[in-house]
């Protein structure tokens, strides 16, 4: 199944030499961690204190009820022991075989960065990163995890707060910039993993001007008439499928 589509964009792969890969939750699943819109998803669970997991992850939640939104944070968007699988890996190495590869994720999971990719544009931050809201300090996920209730800064006591970005929060420009012009260079965009649902980084496919748009997903997305190449199906089966491993 896909065979005509998995060879176009195994030769799309092959012929260029920018290639931007934009990934969502889907590409994480295989990790073991839960996206957030399918039956199964994080906003399909019951929340933390009668409150809705959207209202939860909000930066108005977060300095209201800190501890709640830690309860919350910890257990169900935290995977401190989940690991890169073969599609993180697989578009890792494609750098060793002379490809500019970029990847824009709107993942906080970190696990393109541990797999390897060394141009990685996180929309939403990263759970890897966590500031002192008082000082600035800095102190990485295993510090937040372990911490009983609130973490505190040991530096001034500080409430520390995840470098992600939360709803009514801004996106960071610096990175927007980064992603827009990865975007915009890419002679391959390959979209994996995401219902193009989530704006505004579901519109920065806008921005793409190159050859090849592939769209790789479970299930259809609003983009997928614009797209050169479309695959409804798992993410790691069709990486098994581009290595020839079946």
């Keep these: ?7 176009q964009l195994k030769e799309a792969i092959d012929t260029s030499k920018e290639i931007c890969v934009f990934t969502g939750a889907g590409i994480s699943c295989p990790s073991g961690i839960p996206d957030f819109r399918s039956a199964d998803g994080l906003y399909n669970e019951s929340g933390t204190g009668g409150f809705l997991p959207e209202e939860i992850i909000s930066h108005s939640f ?6 709640l939104f830690y309860d919350f ?14 599609a993180h890996i697989f578009f890792s190495k494609l750098q060793a075989k002379g490809k500019n590869v970029s990847v824009v994720t709107q993942n906080i999971d970190g696990l393109h960065t541990d797999a390897g990719s060394k141009h990685v544009f996180e929309l939403h931050g990263s759970i890897r990163r966590n500031y002192c809201t ?10 937040v995890y372990s911490s009983i209730g609130v973490p505190v800064c040991k530096k001034c006591g500080g409430i520390i707060k995840p470098d992600v970005v939360l709803y009514e929060e801004p996106l960071c420009e610096e990175t927007v910039n980064g992603a827009v012009d990865a975007i ?29 748009l592939a769209l790789i997903n479970k299930s259809p997305t609003p983009f997928d008439g614009a797209a050169n190449i479309v695959i409804n199906d798992d993410i790691v089966r069709i990486t098994e499928a581009l290595c020839g491993e079946n």
Aim: hydrophobic share 40%; proline share 5%; with cysteine.
């Design 1 to 7: 199944m896909f065979e005509k589509e998995i060879a």
């Design 62 to 67: 977060f300095v209201e009820h800190t501890a």
């Design 73 to 86: 944070y910890k257990s169900k968007m935290m995977y401190p022991n989940a690991k890169p699988n073969k």
């Design 134 to 143: 008082n000082c600035g300090a800095f102190y990485d996920e295993k510090y």
């Design 184 to 212: 915009k260079k890419a002679e391959c965009l390959i979209v994996v993993g995401t219902s193009l649902a989530v704006y505004p980084a579901a519109s920065f496919l806008r921005f793409f001007r190159g050859k090849t």
